[in-house]
């Protein structure tokens, strides 16, 4: 389907009134505390439109898809598990209820607090790595789609999402987290919208049983079973189960939205609905890259499949539609990262740093410069970087830096009272070790031009080596506890 003029007035609107929501709401930012954390004025219906909205990214319906397109419906287990845990702490109030009473601005500062200053800029360090390492690839899974969408020539994408970046650093360093919140809103109709839309005719051509039909003959019986499929099985729940939890409580993102909230018991209804959203989140692109992989066989460009399916099933209107809310979701997600990581830099790293703290307005010119510099390491890193593995596998490696030894940090700093700042720091650097031994010697052997395996890939499969992290900082964790613990109660200390 050519994309027509009707498609083109429809995506400059969007970006237009991006733009106006960035610039409308300047004036609204006063304090620090008003832009990260929109002055915790965060309601129920806005919160769970901002937080579907921010999760709902252009990267994550491309890592879907490509999951879709390679491994079939088995790799729906994604979106059941990470559903299921949002569920959970939702009927819970598990951590974000007492998370939300200490009123901190950032996940990284609780770390401040229950140890000391020394921890807290240790996982706002690992933090920061996990985030620009991230976001280099969202810049790049967005070229992809861009390319592939809108059939424009390979040789102009770099110019096309560096003006993208662009628009999404100005209004994110005008507004914000209330311009941030307000776009949210808008990406989550025209996605709700066009995602519906769009799985209905994904499904259209061969009709719901012939689809589920014509994806058990091409994947066989593995494409449906999660435990047997090769890529999945018992070791990636284990390691995707403690994942998402991680997910829930320590990416940044997702604790601006907590942290945000008007009352500590509305977090609780927005994990409820988002939960219920977030199996939607993963079943329409899952379907979208299936629904690819059909049209154009199992063995095309598996990231570039959904794409490509959409841009010759969609009509006039609904193709400027889903292209809107596409962009919108890359913008909003984003910018809602840069926000998040540009916060962790100025609160949690800078500010600890600092012989005297940082002045309010301080704070506000700090954040903004963080997030141009943010921008840059996003585009160089998004265009040098090839991907060896999945977009989805990346992403797990280079959060699991971080994760595995936060979540036994947060969890055991709020509910267990023998948890010391030494075994804070066992756990994080437990935690590290492998996930981030194994991302350093790819970016080395990719410097170096070689495209082979690293010993730390050959080691273990990557969910035994992902679950191992996690093993290792709860170990980290209890005993550098107990060891501190026991030799501070000795004589002559």
């Not at 498609?7 to 990260?36: H, M, N």
């Not at 507004?175 to 066009?194: E, P, R």
């Not at 840069?338 to 301080?362: E, G, M």
Request: hydrophobic content about 55%; glycine content about 10%.
């Amino acid at each position: 389907m050519t994309f027509s003029l009707l498609d083109g007035i429809i995506v400059l609107l969007y970006v237009a009134a991006a733009v106006w929501a960035g610039i409308s709401v300047r004036r609204r930012v006063r304090t620090i505390s008003d832009f990260l954390v929109a002055g915790r004025r965060l309601r129920y219906h806005l919160g769970v439109a901002t937080l579907v909205a921010t999760e709902l990214g252009l990267v994550t319906m491309m890592y879907f898809a490509e999951q879709g397109f390679r491994f079939g419906f088995a790799a729906f287990i994604i979106g059941v598990i990470w559903a299921t845990a949002y569920l959970v702490i939702a009927k819970t109030g598990f951590v974000v209820d007492r998370l939300r009473m200490m009123e901190i601005m950032t996940i990284t500062e609780f770390f401040g607090r229950r140890y000391s200053k020394g921890v807290r800029i240790l996982a706002a360090s690992l933090l920061i790595v996990a985030g620009i390492l991230s976001l280099g690839v969202f810049l790049k899974l967005g070229a992809v789609f861009i390319v592939h969408f809108l059939g424009i020539p390979e040789t102009s994408i770099h110019v096309t999402t560096t003006i993208l970046l662009i628009v999404v650093l100005a209004y994110t360093a005008l507004g914000g987290m209330i311009s941030v919140v307000l776009t949210d809103f808008i990406q989550f109709i025209f996605l709700a919208i066009g995602m519906v839309l769009t799985t209905m005719l994904v499904l259209s051509g061969q009709g719901f049983v012939g689809f589920f039909d014509q994806a058990m003959t091409a994947y066989g019986a593995a494409g449906f079973d999660p435990i047997d499929h090769p890529e999945y099985g018992w070791w990636f729940i284990a390691y995707w189960s403690v994942f998402a939890v991680s997910g829930c409580l320590l990416w940044q993102p997702v604790a601006q939205r907590i942290l945000s909230s008007e009352h500590p018991g509305i977090n609780r209804f927005i994990f409820r609905s988002t939960g219920m959203m977030f199996l939607g989140r993963a079943f329409f692109p899952i379907v979208w890259g299936i629904g690819a992989a059909l049209m154009f066989g199992l063995d095309s460009d598996a990231s570039a499949g959904m794409p490509r399916l959409l841009a010759e099933i969609l009509p006039v209107g609904l193709l400027g539609l889903l292209t809107a809310g596409m962009f919108a979701a890359m913008m909003s997600t984003d910018s809602s990262y840069i926000l998040a990581w540009s916060s962790i830099i100025v609160q949690d790293f800078l500010d600890p740093l600092r012989k005297h703290t940082f002045t309010d307005s301080q704070r506000l010119q700090a954040t903004r410069w963080s997030i141009g510099i943010i921008g840059l390491l996003m585009l160089v890193f998004g265009i040098w970087y090839e991907l060896k593995d999945t977009a989805f596998r990346y992403l797990l490696d280079v959060t699991t830096v971080y994760y595995a030894g936060g979540l036994p940090a947060i969890v055991l700093g709020l509910y267990w009272k023998c948890s010391t700042t030494a075994g804070a720091y066992a756990a994080f650097i437990g935690g590290a070790l492998l996930p981030l031994s194994f991302v350093i010697e790819d970016i080395l052997l990719q410097a170096g031009g070689s495209t082979g395996q690293g010993f730390i890939a050959t080691l273990m499969p990557p969910n035994v080596r992902g679950f191992t992290s996690f093993a290792l900082g709860f170990a980290g964790l209890f005993l550098g506890s107990l060891l501190s613990s026991r030799t501070s109660q000795q004589p002559g200390h």
